[in-house]
């Protein structure tokens, strides 16, 4: 028998702006799961929040995109919205495009990130979640993990690495995908990697076998909307150690803050900040973006953890090159490259601008 893990993820209502969830929102997802456990829909669950997202993060056996699953998470998000209008939270059901569930989550606002796998002997895994910044944060991560050998030394020195891992990329503007094997092709995936709105990484099959290795969720709200309502927010489920890279190697391209998308109004560049779970809490001009990174065993289905992987100090000096970075980059104000490039600002007030000014371009000479 099979195990599944979904971790689903929504901005149901937050304190203080888009600030932090509120704890009735957590305990009324936790009562609706614990009655699914009890009924046997699911086999265990953890519900958390980074920042102001309500995460949901269970195992069963009914397998990938199963309708009972998300209609679960949908109806739990439900009703912590209505939970959330009553103490008039900010942004109360805002990822929730729609109040009536259509048999799949996908494309409804929620952020969805499922693998299913036999469990081995003792099967680790890391659910990453961040706050204030868009799917493509995970891009240069996952990739050092499972394809740069100065990040993950078991692609050197491990036989069960070393014949590498498959990359399914999406393309989240065409609506297309891709799916490119490191180290053969590591280049052209590069390639499209680095452009981190447009191609995303899904999923990571190891080559040997076609055995799960990680997934991500790739939904775009503001493509789903077609206006901004609130930042993506991604997770991601990343399985570690005998085949895969070890615990250590799967955290450890967050030691370096990366830039990328989201921050304030979802329409700045600034530093991923890895942080435990308790100062997930971005505030400084809503940030700057945030992720933390929750460590399970699987054990027949059960979640035995979480231990808190980034309340760690050796990655004090990455939060504060992190806590430097957002110094300079708040300096440029409404300038790039703080500020993301027009072809991102399609759902901000740049358009209206725009619209307003066209009749005052003239050509030049």
């Not at 009324?28 to 995460?55: R, S």
């Not at 048999?103 to 693998?115: Q, S």
């Not at 990571?204 to 901004?228: H, P």
């Not at 027009?342 to 009749?359: C, F, N, W």
Request: include cysteine; aromatic fraction near 8%; hydrophobic fraction near 40%.
């Amino acid at each position: 028998m099979k195990t599944t893990i979904s971790v689903i993820k929504a901005d149901v209502g937050s304190v203080a702006g888009h600030g932090i969830a509120h704890p009735a929102l957590l305990a009324k997802c936790e009562e609706i799961l614990a009655k699914a456990k009890e009924e046997e829909l699911l086999t265990d669950y953890y519900v958390t929040n980074c920042g102001d997202d309500t995460e949901l993060i269970m195992t069963h056996k009914q397998g990938e995109e199963n309708k009972e699953i998300h209609e679960l998470a949908f109806n739990a998000f439900m009703e912590a919205t209505a939970i959330a209008k009553d103490l008039k939270l900010y942004g109360a059901g805002q990822d929730l495009l729609s109040d009536t569930f259509s048999g799949n989550i996908k494309g409804m606002g929620p952020g969805v990130a499922e693998m299913e796998f036999k469990e081995r002997p003792s099967d680790p895994v890391v659910v990453f979640c961040c706050d204030k910044t868009e799917p493509g944060a995970f891009n240069l991560p996952i990739f050092r993990m499972f394809a740069d050998p100065f990040n993950t030394a078991g692609l050197v020195i491990d036989p069960s690495l070393h014949n590498g891992y498959k990359f399914e990329i999406f393309d989240v503007m065409e609506h297309k995908k891709v799916t490119m094997n490191c180290p053969e092709e590591m280049y052209d995936a590069l390639a499209l990697l680095g452009s981190i709105s447009r191609y995303v990484i899904k999923r990571v099959i190891r080559k040997d076998d076609n055995e799960i290795a990680a997934a991500i969720s790739t939904e775009r709200l503001n493509l789903m909307a077609g206006s901004y309502v609130g930042k993506d927010d991604p997770v991601a489920i990343v399985r570690s150690q005998s085949g895969f890279p070890a615990a250590g190697e799967v955290v450890e391209p967050f030691a370096f803050p990366h830039l990328v998308g989201g921050w304030m109004r979802g329409s700045h560049n600034g530093p991923l900040m890895p942080v435990g779970q308790k100062n997930a809490y971005p505030v400084r001009f809503d940030g700057p973006p945030r992720v933390m990174a929750l460590g399970f065993q699987i054990a027949d289905g059960e979640l035995v953890g979480p231990a808190d992987m980034f309340d760690d100090p050796a990655y004090d000096p990455a939060r504060k090159q992190a806590a430097e970075i957002a110094d300079y980059m708040r300096r440029h104000g409404p300038f790039e490259p703080h500020r993301l490039p027009a072809d991102e600002m399609e759902y901000t007030s740049l358009p209206g601008v725009m619209e307003k000014l066209e009749g005052r371009f003239e050509d030049i000479d």
